[in-house]
């Protein structure tokens, strides 16, 4: 497991970046930018962008930069700034190419009981962040986690971001952070998933930015081992995720609130 949740601060870790990847300016930007507030704050950083988006509500909705040369900006994030890089697959044959470029392979929340992705992600060897899907209860994600261990791999995380509520609403059950640690795996919530409006009838997703505050503070509170944030310089010029992603100028001021919870709850 990478040392994310062994920090010597006690503080929770950070997955944080672009919803996916625009160009290689951009996201060094914004890597560059988190690097050093994290590094401040003693907060572990892991630097995340989707090199392909496959789940799109519609057909003309970005995709992408290209696979190869979305998968090489996240190499150079790794390798400018020494921090380790996550990106999402959705087929099994994607495992392998991704693992070649990235630390740690997260499996859609859509795709969390497909089985042959789950078993060729552990093989790769790399650390599994596995999120919860939308219909699924906290205690069956056990389920999803020992596929991905009787692959051979222990790395692995889970993350919660929302259960479905009626057609277009996501709600956050916080009771599911602590039962899913009672696996033995370290558990994330993702904040601005969690705030996703899906099924919007103009074909784009919605969100409730304003509460992505609320959110992460209730995380914290309730002892999530890391927070998974998807921020951009302008969300509102962002080509997937815009209306739920954090404006990164809000960040920095979001995680000193952030750390002083945790600090509180620890003491």
């Given at each position: 497991m990478l040392e994310l949740t062994n920090n010597t601060t006690g503080n929770f870790f950070l997955l944080a970046g672009p919803c996916v990847i625009e160009g290689e300016e951009m996201a060094l930007r914004i890597a560059e930018r988190i690097v050093k507030m994290t590094e401040r704050l003693g907060i572990p950083y892991v630097f995340k962008g989707s090199y392909r988006k496959a789940n799109r509500s519609r057909i003309d909705s970005f995709t992408g930069i290209g696979d190869e040369k979305a998968l090489k900006v996240l190499q150079k994030v790794h390798d400018v700034f020494g921090v380790p890089t996550v990106t999402d697959i959705h087929s099994a044959t994607e495992a392998e190419m991704a693992a070649a470029y990235?630390?740690?392979?997260?499996?859609?929340?859509?795709?969390?009981?497909q089985t042959d992705l789950l078993v060729a992600a552990a093989k790769t060897g790399k650390t599994i962040n596995i999120k919860k899907?939308?219909?699924l209860s906290p205690q069956a994600m056990q389920f999803a986690a020992q596929k991905v261990v009787e692959a051979g791999n222990r790395q692995v995380m889970l993350t919660e971001r929302g259960t479905t509520f009626g057609y277009q609403d996501l709600v956050i059950d916080?009771?599911?952070?602590?039962?899913?640690?009672?696996?033995?795996?370290?558990?994330?919530l993702?904040?601005?998933?969690?705030?996703?409006?899906?099924?919007?009838?103009?074909?784009?997703t919605g969100g409730m930015p304003q509460l992505i505050e609320t959110v992460a503070k209730a995380g914290i509170a309730?002892?999530?081992?890391?927070l998974?944030?998807?921020?951009?310089?302008?969300?509102?010029?962002?080509?997937s995720d815009g209306a739920n992603m954090l404006k990164l100028d809000l960040l920095e001021g979001l995680l000193e609130k952030l750390v002083r919870i945790r600090q509180a709850i620890k003491e």
């Amino acid at each position: 497991m990478l040392e994310l949740t062994n920090n010597t601060t006690g503080n929770f870790f950070l997955l944080a970046g672009p919803c996916v990847i625009e160009g290689e300016e951009m996201a060094l930007r914004i890597a560059e930018r988190i690097v050093k507030m994290t590094e401040r704050l003693g907060i572990p950083y892991v630097f995340k962008g989707s090199y392909r988006k496959a789940n799109r509500s519609r057909i003309d909705s970005f995709t992408g930069i290209g696979d190869e040369k979305a998968l090489k900006v996240l190499q150079k994030v790794h390798d400018v700034f020494g921090v380790p890089t996550v990106t999402d697959i959705h087929s099994a044959t994607e495992a392998e190419m991704a693992a070649a470029y990235v630390d740690i392979l997260q499996i859609p929340a859509f795709l969390c009981r497909q089985t042959d992705l789950l078993v060729a992600a552990a093989k790769t060897g790399k650390t599994i962040n596995i999120k919860k899907g939308q219909f699924l209860s906290p205690q069956a994600m056990q389920f999803a986690a020992q596929k991905v261990v009787e692959a051979g791999n222990r790395q692995v995380m889970l993350t919660e971001r929302g259960t479905t509520f009626g057609y277009q609403d996501l709600v956050i059950d916080y009771r599911g952070i602590p039962q899913m640690q009672a696996f033995g795996f370290p558990v994330l919530l993702d904040v601005t998933h969690s705030l996703q409006q899906p099924n919007q009838t103009s074909g784009v997703t919605g969100g409730m930015p304003q509460l992505i505050e609320t959110v992460a503070k209730a995380g914290i509170a309730v002892g999530a081992d890391g927070l998974f944030i998807e921020t951009h310089e302008d969300p509102s010029v962002a080509k997937s995720d815009g209306a739920n992603m954090l404006k990164l100028d809000l960040l920095e001021g979001l995680l000193e609130k952030l750390v002083r919870i945790r600090q509180a709850i620890k003491e």
